[in-house]
Nanobody
Framework: QLQLMESGGGLVLPGGSLRLSCVASGSLFSMYDMQWHRQPPGQQRELVASIRYDGITFVADSVKDRFAISRDNDKKMVDLQMDRVKPEDTAIYYC??????????????WGQGTQVTVSS
């Protein structure tokens, strides 16, 4: 099992930058696909970006060319670099671990979330 803890959220001006981090405790971190999701107020949760156990990445069109996802397996950490943020990026951001194909299935794990507010 994994426990996930997000950090780095806060208040940022439109056009600014923010870096979110998710640190995992537990075993087999390197064999999990890692994802960032967000839930704007009053809206459904959506996938923002993902990075597979083998390093292949996906970024949603809504944040393409502004956000980037990365991971460091030695530190058991996945980051979301947010640049040129917009008010519509305001949301609670969640880290999620999904068993990679080498694990052949299993439970997924969510962090507690961190609030990002983009406002003047």
């Amino acid at each position: 099992q994994l426990q996930l803890m997000e950090s780095g959220g806060g208040l940022v001006l439109p056009g600014g930058s923010l870096r979110l981090s998710c640190v995992a405790s537990g075993s087999l971190f390197s064999m999990y696909d890692m994802q960032w999701h967000r839930q704007p107020p009053g809206q459904q949760r959506e996938l923002v970006a993902s990075i597979r156990y083998d390093g292949i990445t996906f970024v949603a069109d809504s944040v393409k060319d502004r956000f980037a996802i990365s991971r460091d397996n030695d530190k058991k950490m996945v980051d979301l670099q947010m640049d040129r943020v917009k008010p519509e990026d305001t949301a609670i951001y969640y880290c999620k671990a999904v068993p990679g194909q080498m694990l052949g299935g299993g439970s997924w794990w969510w962090g507690q979330g961190t609030q990002v507010t983009v406002s003047s």
